[in-house]
């Protein structure tokens, strides 16, 4: 089955500055790569992702970068603000258009800490 | 919209009893929804499948008769922990798929979660 890797488990950054989360994955047949933001006792939620067809997607400060061949992507959060401040994972999971049926891989979730 | 609920949000019982969990896809109909469990400061681990109208798919490791797991709806699916011992004691998450507007891919919707305590 499909093996998610995420790293760094923390990152401490100040305010304004960047942070960058690596995930890698084992099956070349993945083609969906989404981010999850979850704050303490909460849900997890989509802040974005990446179809393998795409090597690059941004969203105001955030963006994701997927390398196929090296079977990597990684998280981007620009100008980071307090508020960015969570767990946030990676997944990968094999789908295709018009099934519902696929499941997602999680990465073990990077803590990050944006100090004022 | 994608709206997805959980009750109860948390639940404390005595080793031993059972303890339904209900996941409702508030406005939309979800022919699949998954279960996952989160300890503190871990990843999600995917528990099993539900499919309305068939039989769970669980993940390996995962004791079916032990999590049992109906979705007798295309809005609701239950995870019942049966014979709940202090180790079953987590954080169960559901999740419900959906194909938003617009869109050519259904997206996974996750609901808030409920605490599970076995004293």
């Known amino acids: 089955g499909e093996n998610v890797e995420q790293h760094p488990s923390t990152l401490s950054v100040q305010e304004g500055d960047s942070a960058v989360i690596k995930c890698t994955y084992s099956?070349?047949?993945?083609?969906?790569f989404p981010w999850y933001k979850q704050e303490l006792g909460k849900r997890p939620q989509l802040i974005i992702d990446i179809r393998s067809n795409v090597g690059e997607k941004k969203d105001q400060r955030i963006a994701v970068t997927l390398n196929k061949t090296a079977k990597h992507f990684s998280l981007h959060i620009t100008e980071t603000q307090p508020e960015d401040s969570a767990v946030y994972f990676c997944a990968a999971s094999i789908r295709w258009s018009g099934g519902s049926n696929y499941k997602l891989t999680f990465g073990k979730g990077t803590l990050l800490t944006v100090n004022p | 919209g994608a709206v997805v609920s959980q009750h109860p949000s948390r639940v404390i019982c005595k080793s031993g009893t059972s303890v339904k969990i209900e996941c409702r896809s508030l406005d939309f109909q979800a022919t699949t929804m998954f279960w996952y469990r989160q300890f503190p400061k871990q990843s999600l681990m995917l528990m099993a499948t539900?499919?309305?109208?068939?039989?769970?798919?669980?993940e390996q490791g995962v004791e079916k008769d032990k999590f049992l797991i109906n979705h007798a709806s295309l809005t609701l699916s239950t995870l019942t922990v049966t014979s709940a011992h202090p180790e079953d004691s987590s954080f169960y998450i559901c999740?419900?798929?959906?194909?938003?507007?617009?869109?050519?891919?259904?997206?996974?919707?996750f609901g808030p979660g409920t605490r599970l305590t076995v004293l």
């Open positions: 999740s419900a798929s959906v194909r938003l507007a617009g869109s050519s891919y259904n997206e996974q919707f």
């Open positions: 539900s499919n309305e109208g068939s039989k769970a798919t669980y």
């Open positions: 099956d070349s047949a993945s083609n969906y």
